[in-house]
T-cell receptor
Framework: DQQVKQNSPSLSVQEGRISILNCDYTNSMFDYFLWYKKYPAEGPTFLIS?????DKNEDGRFTVFLNKSAKHLSLHIVPSQPGDSAVYFCAASASGYGGSQGNLIFGKGTKLSVKP | DGGITQSPKYLFRKEGQNVTLSCEQN?????MYWYRQDPGQGLRLIYY???????QKGDIAEGYSVSREKKESFPLTVTSAQKNPTAFYLCASSMGVAGAQPQHFGDGTRLSIL
């Protein structure tokens, strides 16, 4: 049973417009959420994170929003650039969750294509 | 320059053969992890280690083994018991317990069956 879901396998956006990537989770024990960006044949790169005590975190063009009641988070990229084209993974962790506290649970990823 | 080094980048395994994937980090991180990625799938945790000489099974540990004799090194052995080893393997590390400490990844090893 998937605890972290990214329901859109792909997303195509025009350069300069906003990209919105969505992520849903089922485990209410999750208290920390991260977004990673991955290019082909490379490892994921940490992008931005948010703690469950916040509902928004911003870093330059990237903003993550957390809606705990809906168990939903989203990553906004504004403005989108062709170099943003990559697979984006959402991940979550639950501190103190049994013996594997802090381990990340990943979604399946969303492939973002930003067209010039 | 600090980072995580995985080697080799590509690896081929014959039937019945054990192979070992290397992962070295010079970030002085305590925790290290091994993930497997299959096409169209997220990352699945194989093994993790929070301190030297200690490691725990992840979600898909069957057919794999690890060791953590040094803080910098966390090699993964794919044994002949792993019947479907073809995948992209990623090693990661973090300062402490993940979550509040983001994991940093190497560039992966792609393992294929001959």
């Amino acid at each position: 049973d998937q605890q972290v879901k990214q329901n859109s396998p792909s997303l195509s956006v025009q350069e300069g417009r906003i990209s919105i990537l969505n992520c849903d989770y089922t485990n209410s024990m999750f208290d920390y959420f991260l977004w990673y960006k991955k290019y082909p044949a490379e490892g994921p790169t940490f992008l931005i994170s948010i703690s469950s005590i916040k509902d928004k975190n911003e870093d330059g063009r990237f903003t993550v929003f957390l809606n705990k009641s809906a168990k939903h988070l989203s990553l906004h990229i504004v403005p989108s650039q062709p170099g943003d084209s990559a697979v984006y993974f959402c991940a979550a962790s639950a501190s103190g969750y049994g013996g594997s506290q802090g381990n990340l649970i990943f979604g399946k990823g969303t492939k973002l294509s930003v067209k010039p | 320059d600090g980072g995580i080094t995985q080697s080799p980048k590509y690896l081929f395994r014959k039937e019945g053969q054990n192979v070992t994937l290397s992962c070295e980090q010079n970030l002085n991180h305590d925790a290290m992890y091994w993930y497997r990625q299959d096409p169209g799938q997220g990352l699945r945790l194989i093994y993790y280690s929070q301190i030297v000489n200690d490691f725990q099974k992840g979600d898909i540990a069957e057919g794999y083994s690890v060791s953590r004799e040094k803080k910098e090194s966390f090699p993964l052995t794919v044994t002949s018991a792993q019947k479907n080893p073809t995948a992209f393997y990623l090693c990661a590390s973090s300062m402490g317990v993940a979550g509040a400490q983001p994991q940093h990844f190497g560039d992966g090893t792609r393992l294929s069956i001959l």
